[in-house]
């Protein structure tokens, strides 16, 4: 796996796992360019990772995207991966535990569908035409344990990681038909593991884990969270040259979570 002066894009790149995804890339000599809506995340990564490039950038807003791939363009040359990691619960469009769904304003479910379907989508769009003109890239979004089977309390969350899951396999179509065998797209499919956005649903204040996370741990064979590099491995080898047959594929790295019933 070579990686060696690759250019790098990680959306949500100042997040938990998107930084921990840019690190592992960023050590194996690639460019690495981080796009956030987080400065003071961002300016921290920066600073620790010398020569990584942060940008302030929206992950649905398509004319900022645009003008941000003019940019990498014309510095760089063009894209060989993209990360879209940006996404996530959000505040208000996941049920307390004593609402129902009929509990949740629609707009704010629109809201977790829009940063998690379009979230991907439009960085696929922007970055992905590039790749498609060059006519090779490698583009991994993430999916969820939510697209397996319904996990309570995150309807809208549900719904847009499933689309991720049609987005990954149409665009896989796309670009293989049209683009060339050597632009891939593919998806992970995370446990849980412990991100800003989901830290209140997985740990009580004092770090304890809540009746939620109780029922996760039960459910996943291996007994325990992802560690946040745990998810590092699948993503190198799908946008490697080892995975130069690999394209509209979802692999679960979640400890056996999807594989079990729970009995
Ligand atoms: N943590 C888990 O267990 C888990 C499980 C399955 C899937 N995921 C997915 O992995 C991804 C990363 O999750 P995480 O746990 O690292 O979350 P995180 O909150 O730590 O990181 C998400 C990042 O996305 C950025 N972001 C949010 N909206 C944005 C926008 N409109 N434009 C640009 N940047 C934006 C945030 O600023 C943040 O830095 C998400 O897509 C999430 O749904 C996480």
């Known amino acids: 796996m070579n990686f060696k002066n690759k250019t790098v894009v990680v959306t949500g790149g100042a997040g938990v796992l998107g930084s921990s995804m840019a690190k592992c890339f960023y050590e194996l000599g690639a460019k690495v360019i981080l796009i ?13 990772l010398e020569g990584v490039e ?3 950038g929206d992950v649905l807003d398509t004319l900022n995207l645009t003008s941000i791939a003019d940019e990498i363009k014309s510095k760089h040359g063009g894209i060989d991966i993209l990360l879209n990691v940006a996404g996530g619960n959000i505040e208000g469009a996941t049920q307390k535990e004593d609402q129902t769904v009929f ?3 629609p707009p704010l479910i629109d809201k977790a569908i829009e940063l998690n379907l379009h979230g991907s989508l439009y960085p696929s769009l922007v970055f992905g035409k590039i790749m498609a003109e060059s ?5 991994v979004n993430i999916s969820s344990m939510a697209t397996y089977s319904a996990i309570t309390r995150v309807m809208g969350y549900s719904i847009a990681k499933s689309g991720v899951n049609s987005l990954t396999q149409w665009m896989a179509c796309e670009m293989a038909r049209n683009f060339g065998d050597k632009v891939r797209v593919n998806a992970i499919a995370p446990g849980f593991f412990i991100g800003n956005q989901n830290r209140k649903l997985l740990l009580n204040p004092d770090g304890s884990l809540t009746s939620r996370s109780e029922k996760v741990i039960n459910k996943t ?3 325990r969270f992802g560690t946040i590099d745990e998810l590092n491995g699948a993503v190198k080898f799908l946008c490697s ?3 130069s047959f690999v394209t509209g594929a979802v692999i679960p790295i979640d400890g056996g979570f999807s594989a079990f019933s729970g009995v």
Do not use: C, K, T, W
Request: no cysteine; proline share 3%.
């Open 241 to 243: 040259d080892e995975a």
């Open 221 to 223: 064979p291996m007994g």
């Open 103 to 105: 509990d949740i304003d």
């Open 36 to 48: 956030d809506r987080n400065q003071e995340a961002l300016d921290a990564l920066v600073n620790e």
């Open 54 to 56: 942060g940008i302030v």
């Open 135 to 139: 006519g090779a890239g490698s583009i």
